[in-house]
């Protein structure tokens, strides 16, 4: 396995790293950040969309701080996890990334950003060609999407990363940077579908940080992922399942979030919604269960077969609401 | 002149008089200064020493010096290893070297029609392109079989075969130049199915001439009936059925392959490489590049893992060769993750029907298997991996018939090959967890059942293989013992399940492929002895990490008394090593060792006739203790070592010796009947027990009690560590390792991400059992513990998911989707909506328990007598049904003859792999034209 070669900056301060990507979309020559490397550089070296620059964030102090309202872009995923002031149910999800050696390079932004995965994808480049490539690793062949057959529209590569789902239940805001300037959004706003384009990150433009609102702390729950192995296993599903203010009359606020079935993380508000209305403990549990295991679709491109996946959304779901029903 | 009259008087260095050298005595030698005393605990009985032996005394006893036979020991390399100083095939850099990579077809099945390297010629830093062209011999790990090359001669054969290879001043430059070179290719169908591969093909993947089996993709085509197979069916009471799938597994070691070649300035070649089997490189290498062996050095680099995968000679390794020759300078290979599962050569995708029958005495009366396997593009070692599909499971249990069909076809795969376990594990699962049904089904348990059928020591097998010692009683017993089999078995509440299997091994195989045995040895090592009393040993055998040099290393220094770090093993040139077949069908301890011990045991006696001349001391009294010779009534009559070593190279210097190992003569007569035979056996119990998730189908293995009869530990820390390996590896391929092809016949996870390995989490506690049954012919009684413990942690996991939950899989790996498949379908078919209500199996014994338990107790007692009678009288399969025991029953009833080849009727209505035979090789076809 070997890297093409590429240029990689250092910038000292986020500035720094505007006026880079400034420059280099001037000059029009294509670049990518790199956090971690944990996910950019393996697909490096499987040539998967390799670009001549990469920008590297490591050196920016600003992106790497940390409290309870505010996570920086470039915490790693294990101090996120060992960090006194992060919320319980996005320690766990933290935790339970990957191993602990991925964990110490992986970041926060890195995760929230994770390329979309798929088994015609990330493989070597001799292999692609031996499948005559695929929709999404060798744009502008022309070649078919080797999941779904005749359509080159969309590209249907699964999000396997375990933040988002947690952080959306916690209403969570992302803040980016470009040489344009900075916006935020919720992070629901985020995602945008589609396996290649993934999010609404523009030519230039980064994840600084992700800020949680006041309550965040109000809120219980627990966060459930499925995979063949305790480690390194990317997750082939997650539910993260957050609520408050329950006082023995079922909660009063519910929120649901799933990962790794579709190419974008999802919030199921509506079926959250409807659980709320006819609140009825366990019943309503399998109900919203059910409702969620229906509302995902996963398709054929990972380990486990799209009908596991999703009936053990199901299973995970009603895991995730276990604490809800004991107290 | 007063300074000059201060000089030391004595004359120093070499003006000394010769011999005058005072040798510092006694225990003079090694590290410590003075010799320890003998510790009797670790000198046997027999020897009047305090090591009990149940199981009688041993031919090696008298050469036991106590010293490093027994005790666990750490590998005489480990040091190296854990220093990161000792060099693995990549580690190799000899100046001026290039790197060589390879073009690899991207096509499953096509016609080359042309290459077209010019662009690539034209790169600057491009040294060396070679094709098929540079080399059309052929080769292979098996002389009946050679069927590759080193890159395609006309065809390629699976995606990642091996097309042309370029070698250039650095990687980035090789793989430009991969990219360049331009080939042509005429698409060809491919066959992914291995079904597909029984049938005719228009263009079959090989064309074996004469030899051919019809126009079919059919490798190889075994069939064999031994014993009562018509009273089979009319004896049986109660019979299990099942056709397995099982999906194939890679060895997955650490190492991917690398490989070194150089042609020194004298024309010589050296190619450095991490292999098994260094000696049938290096025949492979003289083959193909048309030079002398003796112009070959081959020399073996430490092998970062290998379970079977670097036991062929590789196409990638003659690449290096012929690169190296065009070039003219040293040139380096190293494959990337997903080379290594193109070269693949591991466990072959198979598909087993197994049948089993008992009859109303609780006796296995009949097996039945028909094995189907998936080659993959080439033979490698597959010809005998379709014997011992079937072979390799007539015992640990006396049974009344045995018919086996196993085929083995070529399909557009990466080649199958041997794997640890080589040919026995499927289809010992697929016995062990019908044997664990049919207890069910008589509502016995299952390991008395086994405990009333085992073959009793020095017996022989339906099939005729001569089994010496056998610890299965004791392995059984003792996991029953320590698991707290009788208190949890059926008994256990839903999800929680134990459950037994068993595994039977070759202890080395008994024909070495080259050559005739009667002629030449198996194994050969090589001693000599200077005056530094340091031992230096020449072996072929390849160290892989399992730890053969430490065993012979140990078998030296026991034999010689000396302590480990006197002993230096050189085993890795093939220019100083006698020739050792390689580290295969785990033969290297038994051969191996022995071959060691004989050599030794020529030096023992020069040092004993040594100290005979120095004190006058009665020769039949002396004994060997640490680094000293001595009487063993009185100790204070004796030498040290190195009195005697140098007392015996007077007049010749340095001591040589060369001891070697052959097999005694064995086995029947018929076509096949060697496949299958070695000098000894190895046995093993387990029990598991696990947690399996009803809603998620996720099975946790919590605990193995995992006992081996190895014949003797010579090194009770490596056996452990090769069980503990061994149920790894084997959780693997039960619960999660497959090699998955997807619909375009793509490999789709060649890589160590999707290929699944279990983590450090999913390992359960594994609890080693040493059994200990004192081979006759086994080095101090040792037999293998590198395969063999692999086995029962497949059946063991299976049976226990079934006492757990009540499904029987029938598809290995287990995944938790195929699990919860199943649990849904019990669900169903029980009308039970939630899977936590199911029930967990229940057992409540019949009267066949007590037949059984008395039979069990009746062969304990047999089997204890007859292990240490030496006069024992034979024992041939057949006797539990009522046949004489002494003769074997094909001699004498015409209802247990043999047959090798299928009657018509047969083939009326074949099985799977059975339907193989439907075929006629064209050199008999031919008369019909």
């Known amino acids: 396995m070997r890297m093409p070669p590429f240029r990689v900056l250092s910038p000292k301060s986020l500035d720094e790293a505007l006026t880079m990507s400034r420059e280099l979309s001037e000059s029009g020559e294509e670049f990518d950040w790199v956090a971690g490397g944990t996910d950019l550089l393996p697909n490096y070296k499987w040539h998967i969309n390799v670009k001549g620059h990469v920008i590297s964030l490591s050196c920016i102090a600003e992106l790497r701080e940390i409290s309870e309202e505010s996570i920086g872009a470039m915490v790693s995923i294990n101090e996120l996890a060992e960090h006194e002031s992060t919320h319980p149910v996005l320690a766990k999800a933290a935790d339970s990334i990957a191993s602990v050696m991925i964990r110490r390079s992986g970041t926060v932004g890195g995760n929230i950003c994770l390329d979309t995965r798929c088994y015609w994808i990330n493989q070597s480049e001799t292999w692609r060609e031996s499948i005559d490539w695929c929709h999404k690793c060798d744009c502008g062949t022309g070649a078919d999407c080797r999941v779904i057959p005749n359509q080159n529209t969309l590209c249907v590569a699964t999000y396997q990363a375990d933040l988002a789902p947690v952080l959306m239940c916690l209403g969570a805001t992302i803040h980016l940077a470009s040489p344009k300037g900075k916006r935020s959004m919720p992070l629901c706003d985020f995602f945008k579908l589609d396996g290649m384009t993934r999010n609404v990150l523009e030519l230039g433009e980064m994840v600084t940080h992700i800020t949680l609102p006041e309550d965040a702390s109000d809120w219980s729950g627990d966060y459930q992922k499925l995979r063949q192995r305790e480690s390194w296993d990317f997750p082939e599903a997650g539910v993260a399942v957050l609520w408050k203010g329950d006082e023995g009359y079922g909660p009063s606020s519910l929120r649901v979030a799933t990962t790794g079935l579709e190419s974008i993380p999802s919030l199921h508000s509506e079926e959250a919604e409807g659980a709320l209305e006819n609140w009825s403990g366990v019943e309503t549990v399998e109900i919203l269960s059910e409702s969620i295991r229906k509302a995902v679709k996963p398709v054929q491109n990972t380990w486990f077969s799209p009908s596991y996946r999703r009936k053990m959304v199901k299973v995970l779901t009603k895991r995730a609401c276990r604490e809800l029903l004991v107290s | ?929």
């Open chain 2, 1 to 929: 002149m007063s300074e000059k009259e201060d000089a030391p008087k004595e004359i120093v260095g070499y003006r000394q008089q010769p011999g005058k050298l005072p040798f510092s005595r006694p225990g003079s030698g090694g590290k410590g200064k003075f010799s320890e005393a003998t510790d009797q605990e670790m000198i046997p009985e027999s020897q009047g020493g305090k090591l009990a032996q149940e199981w009688g005394p041993h031919r090696h006893d008298e050469l036991i010096s106590g010293r490093v036979i027994g005790k666990s020991t750490s590998l005489v390399d480990s040091s190296w290893k854990v220093t990161g100083q000792a060099h693995y095939g990549d580690d190799v850099r000899l100046p001026g070297e290039l790197i060589g990579r390879i073009v690899r077809s991207p096509h499953h099945y096509a016609r080359v029609l042309s290459i077209d390297c010019t662009k690539a010629l034209e790169l600057p830093g491009v040294v060396a392109i070679a094709t098929g062209d540079d080399a059309k011999n052929k080769f292979g790990v098996l002389p009946v079989t050679k069927d590759e090359h080193a890159m395609a001669v006309e065809k390629v054969r699976h995606a990642g075969d091996l097309v042309a290879c370029v070698a250039a001043i650095d990687e980035a430059t090789a793989r430009e130049a991969e990219r360049l070179i331009q080939v042509e290719y005429e698409l060809i169908d491919p066959i992914h199915d291995m079904r597909k591969g029984l049938e005719d093909s228009e263009e079959p993947i090989h064309d074996r001439g004469d030899y051919h089996i019809g126009e079919s993709n059919v490798q190889k085509r075994v069939f064999q009936e031994f014993g009562d197979i018509e009273g089979m069916i009319e004896n049986s009471v109660a019979s299990h059925k099942k056709n397995w799938i099982f999906a194939g597994v890679n060895h997955a070691f650490t190492e991917p392959h690398a490989v070194v070649a150089h042609w020194d300035p004298t024309g010589r070649l050296t190619l450095y490489t991490p292999q098994q089997v260094p000696h049938y490189v290096h025949r492979a290498l003289a083959d193909v590049l048309e030079i002398p062996m003796h112009q070959i050095n081959v020399h073996r680099t430490f092998v970062g893992g290998g379970f079977g995968g670097k036991s062929d000679p590789f196409p990638h390794e003659m690449c290096a060769a012929i690169l190296a020759r065009k070039s003219g300078k040293p040139v380096r290979i190293t494959f990337d993750r997903e080379e290594v599962y193109w070269v693949n050569r591991g466990r072959h995708p198979s598909r087993i029907e197994m049948n089993l029958h008992a009859d109303d005495e609780g006796r296995i009366c009949g097996i039945e298997t028909d094995a189907l396997i998936d080659g993959g593009a080439f033979a490698s070692f597959g010809h005998v991996t379709t014997y011992y599909n079937g072979v390799l499971h007539t015992a640990p249990y006396e049974i009344g018939a045995f018919h086996y069909t196993g085929a083995r076809v070529w399909t557009n795969k990466p080649a199958s090959g041997a794997m640890r376990g080589h040919g026995a594990v499927n289809s010992r699962c697929a016995v062990e967890v019908g044997l664990d049904d049919l207890a069910e089904k008589l509502s016995v348990d299952p390991i008395s059942l086994r405990l009333a059928n085992l073959l009793p020591p020095h017996s022989a097998t339906i099939t005729g293989f001569r089994v010496t010692s056998i610890g299965m009683r004791e392995c059984l017993e003792r996991v029953r013992e320590e698991s707290g089999w009788n208190k949890k078995f059926r008994k256990l509440p839903l999800g929680k399940g134990i459950g037994i299997g068993c595994g039977f091994f070759i202890s080395g195989s008994g024909l070495p492929i080259h050559w005739d045995p009667n002629k030449f040895p198996h194994a050969t090592v090589h001693l000599k002895i200077d005056m530094d009393g340091g031992v230096t040993i020449h072996t072929g055998a390849a160290d892989i990490g399992q730890g053969s040099d430490t065993v012979v290393a140990q078998s030296v220094a026991e034999v010689l008394g000396l302590p480990l770090d006197m002993i230096r093993v050189k085993s890795r040139d093939s220019d100083t090593s006698p020739v050792d077949l390689g580290s295969y069908s785990s033969r290297v301890t038994f051969m191996n060792a022995n071959a060691a011990i004989s050599a030794a045991m020529q030096i023992r006696e020069e040092l004993l006739d040594a100290t005979v001349e120095i004190t006058g001391a009665e020769r039949s009294g002396l004994v060997i203790g640490d680094r000293r010779i001595f009487l063993k009534e009185d100790p204070a009559v004796g030498v040290s070592y190195l009195e005697a070593l140098h007392k015996s190279q007077e007049d010749r210097g340095a001591l040589v010796a060369s001891g070697a190992y052959r097999t005694p003569p064995m086995g029947k007569m018929h076509k096949g009947a060697a496949a299958g035979l070695a000098p000894a056996y190895s046995f093993s119990a387990y029990v598991t027990e696990v947690s399996v998730d009803v809603e998620t189908g996720q099975i946790k293995v919590d605990k193995v009690w995992a006992a081996h009869d190895c014949g003797k530990a010579l090194n009770p820390l490596a056996v452990k560590g090769q069980i503990i390996g061994s149920c790894h590896m084997g959780m693997g391929q039960v619960l999660s390792e497959e090699m998955r092809y997807g619909r375009s016949g793509n490999l789709m996870n060649p890589d160590l991400l999707d290929y699944k390995i279990p983590s450090i989490h999913e390992m359960p506690e594994v609890i080693p059992i040493i059994v200990e049954s004192n081979d006759p012919e086994g080095p101090f009684g040792a037999k293998e513990a590198g395969e063999g413990p692999l086995l029962p942690i497949l059946p063991s996991v299976c049976n226990a998911v079934y006492d757990a939950i009540g499904i029987r899989t029938s598809e290995l790996p287990m995944s938790p989707e195929k699990v919860h498949k199943m649990i849904e379908k019990r669900c169903r078919m029980e009308g039970v909506s939630d899977p936590n209500n199911l029930t967990s199996p229940s057992l409540q014994h019949s009267s066949l328990q007590g037949v059984l338990e008395n039979r069990a107790k009746e062969h304990g007692k047999r089997d204890k007598d007859r292990r240490l009678d030496e006069g024992r009288s034979d024992y041939h399969n057949g006797a539990l049904f009522g046949l004489d025991p002494t003769i074997p029953p094909d001699e004498v009833d015409p209802r247990w003859s043999v047959r090798v080849t299928p009657e018509e009727e047969y083939l009326e209505s074949p099985r799977l792999a059975g339907s193989a035979w439907k075929h006629t090789e064209r050199r008999h076809a031919e008369g019909q034209e």
